[in-house]
């Protein structure tokens, strides 16, 4: 190292005399060049790799290279970063120039392969590199050097470095000599070029995007994921990633999860808006922090119902009731569920909303009999008129047991029945119920793949049974003066902007 300096000034007075070596023949030409290779090269060497290699912080396990007829970068380049294997991309041209190469780097037959391509076709050079990659067994540290060749193999080469992951490195000069051809010696330094994909992830992020809108949190998250290990600033990619696991979850109604990610991103997003305003989803956190606070509720509530459904001889009907008269709690599982399967439908997965609103609807029976102190999984009906409550079924709705009598009422409360149940019970919803068309819609739901036939629903069909939903819905909330399109904007899923 201390020889640094004065191996540099030696460089460049062999550097001065070669470039002033007088070459109007072919001879003196040919003695130019011998007095390079002889005379500078050794010395270039000594003093590149001197400078550089401590600028590699990395240890690679393969090198892919295009060689031109230029070989002084690609020995440079070898030597700075000392691949554990090297693979040269020639074309039939351009080999001859492989020797010096292997000459000046000591490269043995073990450590090298030679691929031909064709100097003209950057798709070949691509496919060439990907192939490489593949048959070393994709590592993870690998390097590809454009310096050499073609402007197609430099081209080929760099789309290719960038598909893999590959560092991407040229051998770049503060004094190029454009009438010989050659940087002089000694201005040679080592550059690496940052991949635009792994600072910025400008086109993975769009692609995650544009699967956010399609509601396809699984393969955003990936995305995300990916990006966060990748970009300088994780943290947009890390809050987006928790924002589609929250979702992800919700969606899969794993509601425990989905509570715990929303809450993490609220918090991380609240820390980053701190310092930067405009970050993203920093407009959003209102909608999120309500969203938050609705799963928490569900989670608490829902913790209960597993508490006292655990086993059917040990149910707790009165808290059950409680819990069904717990306005907030309501709200929330109506809207999961009335939210889930309008993002279904958009999706075309009709099947599953049909379903989803189907529960909906059964909800909005339980939740209006448990007003009336009834628990439709083992109803108690003391406090109900009963016998009143059954002359009054048999007396107006016997049409609808196929002209039989009511002799009991029911052990269990199905979804039909609760209807009937709150008409007769005269309930401020029955007014808004069309018994003849919630059965039609019902027992088209019974034919369904989904229940208990073979039939898929189809757009038209889906529509009206949500529009039917949708009416009971909006005269549930009537009661409560809720608003349902106020209450859907809370609920729906946020969209991030790009920005």
């Given at each position: 190292?201390?020889?640094?300096?004065?191996?540099?000034?030696?460089?460049?007075?062999?550097?001065?005399?070669?470039?002033?070596?007088?070459?109007?023949?072919?001879?003196?030409?040919?003695?130019?060049?011998?007095?390079?290779?002889?005379?500078?090269?050794?010395?270039?060497?000594?003093?590149?790799?001197?400078?550089?290699?401590?600028?590699?912080?990395?240890?690679?396990?393969?090198?892919?290279?295009?060689?031109?007829?230029?070989?002084?970068?690609?020995?440079?380049?070898?030597?700075?970063?000392?691949?554990?294997?090297?693979?040269?991309?020639?074309?039939?041209?351009?080999?001859?120039?492989?020797?010096?190469?292997?000459?000046?780097?000591?490269?043995?037959?073990?450590?090298?392969?030679?691929?031909?391509?064709?100097?003209?076709?950057?798709?070949?050079?691509?496919?060439?590199?990907?192939?490489?990659?593949?048959?070393?067994?994709?590592?993870?540290?690998?390097?590809?050097?454009?310096?050499?060749?073609?402007?197609?193999?430099?081209?080929?080469?760099?789309?290719?470095?960038?598909?893999?992951?590959?560092?991407?490195?040229?051998?770049?000069?503060?004094?190029?000599?454009a009438n010989l051809r050659r940087p002089f010696p000694g201005s040679e330094h080592l550059e690496f070029i940052p991949s635009p994909y792994q600072v910025f992830g400008d086109l993975e992020e769009e692609k995650a995007f544009g699967m956010l809108a399609r509601y396809d949190y699984t393969s955003a998250r990936r995305i995300f994921?990916?990006?966060?290990?990748?970009?300088?600033?994780?943290?947009?990619?890390?809050?987006?990633?928790?924002?589609?696991?929250?979702?992800?979850?919700?969606?899969?109604?794993?509601?425990?999860?989905?509570?715990?990610?929303?809450?993490?991103?609220?918090?991380?997003?609240?820390?980053?808006?701190?310092?930067?305003?405009?970050?993203?989803?920093?407009?959003?956190?209102?909608?999120?922090?309500?969203?938050?606070?609705?799963?928490?509720?569900?989670?608490?509530?829902?913790?209960?119902?597993?508490?006292?459904?655990?086993?059917?001889?040990?149910?707790?009907?009165?808290?059950?009731?409680?819990?069904?008269?717990?306005?907030?709690?309501?709200?929330?599982?109506?809207?999961?569920?009335?939210?889930?399967?309008?993002?279904?439908?958009?999706?075309?997965?009709?099947?599953?909303?049909?379903?989803?609103?189907?529960?909906?609807?059964?909800?909005?029976?339980?939740?209006?009999?448990?007003?009336?102190?009834?628990?439709?999984?083992?109803?108690?009906?003391?406090?109900?008129?009963?016998?009143?409550?059954?002359?009054?079924?048999?007396?107006?709705?016997?049409?609808?047991?196929?002209?039989?009598?009511?002799?009991?009422?029911?052990?269990?409360?199905?979804?039909?029945?609760?209807?009937?149940?709150?008409?007769?019970?005269?309930?401020?919803?029955?007014?808004?119920?069309?018994?003849?068309?919630?059965?039609?819609?019902?027992?088209?739901?019974?034919?369904?793949?989904?229940?208990?036939?073979?039939?898929?629903?189809?757009?038209?069909?889906?529509?009206?049974?949500?529009?039917?939903?949708?009416?009971?819905?909006?005269?549930?909330?009537?009661?409560?003066?809720?608003?349902?399109?106020?209450?859907?904007?809370?609920?729906?899923?946020?969209?991030?902007?790009?920005?």
């Amino acid at each position: 190292m201390s020889n640094q300096p004065a191996k540099e000034e030696e460089l460049k007075s062999r550097g001065e005399r070669w470039r002033d070596w007088p070459r109007s023949s072919e001879e003196e030409r040919k003695e130019a060049e011998e007095y390079y290779q002889r005379e500078i090269m050794p010395l270039l060497i000594d003093v590149f790799v001197t400078r550089e290699r401590p600028r590699v912080n990395k240890e690679y396990s393969g090198m892919i290279l295009s060689l031109g007829t230029s070989f002084e970068p690609l020995v440079l380049s070898i030597l700075a970063l000392q691949p554990a294997r090297v693979c040269f991309l020639c074309t039939e041209a351009s080999r001859q120039y492989l020797d010096p190469v292997i000459q000046f780097t000591g490269l043995v037959p073990s450590c090298y392969e030679v691929r031909k391509v064709d100097k003209d076709n950057p798709l070949q050079i691509y496919q060439a590199i990907k192939e490489v990659y593949k048959d070393w067994g994709q590592p993870a540290n690998i390097a590809v050097d454009f310096t050499g060749g073609t402007k197609a193999m430099s081209g080929g080469s760099a789309m290719a470095g960038g598909v893999i992951g590959a560092e991407m490195v040229y051998i770049a000069s503060s004094n190029y000599l454009a009438n010989l051809r050659r940087p002089f010696p000694g201005s040679e330094h080592l550059e690496f070029i940052p991949s635009p994909y792994q600072v910025f992830g400008d086109l993975e992020e769009e692609k995650a995007f544009g699967m956010l809108a399609r509601y396809d949190y699984t393969s955003a998250r990936r995305i995300f994921e990916n990006l966060e290990r990748q970009v300088p600033d994780p943290r947009r990619c890390r809050v987006l990633s928790l924002l589609c696991r929250a979702y992800e979850a919700w969606d899969n109604l794993d509601i425990p999860a989905a509570r715990d990610n929303l809450t993490v991103l609220v918090e991380s997003v609240r820390q980053y808006a701190a310092m930067q305003r405009d970050f993203i989803l920093a407009d959003k956190l209102p909608v999120l922090e309500f969203q938050m606070h609705a799963l928490n509720v569900l989670v608490q509530q829902i913790e209960k119902f597993a508490k006292c459904l655990k086993e059917k001889k040990n149910r707790d009907s009165g808290l059950i009731v409680e819990i069904l008269n717990e306005r907030e709690f309501v709200l929330s599982l109506m809207f999961t569920l009335y939210c889930n399967a309008r993002r279904r439908e958009e999706q075309g997965k009709l099947d599953m909303a049909s379903l989803l609103l189907y529960r909906l609807l059964e909800l909005i029976s339980q939740v209006r009999l448990a007003v009336h102190g009834l628990d439709t999984g083992a109803p108690d009906y003391s406090r109900c008129h009963a016998e009143e409550l059954l002359s009054t079924l048999n007396s107006r709705y016997k049409n609808f047991n196929g002209g039989h009598v009511f002799h009991t009422l029911p052990e269990q409360i199905s979804l039909f029945y609760g209807y009937l149940l709150l008409s007769a019970m005269k309930d401020e919803l029955a007014a808004k119920v069309n018994l003849k068309s919630l059965r039609g819609q019902v027992q088209a739901r019974n034919y369904n793949i989904f229940a208990h036939g073979f039939d898929f629903i189809g757009a038209e069909q889906c529509a009206r049974f949500r529009e039917l939903v949708e009416d009971l819905l909006e005269a549930l909330l009537a009661v409560w003066g809720e608003d349902r399109f106020q209450l859907e904007e809370k609920f729906k899923f946020v969209i991030p902007q790009r920005g």
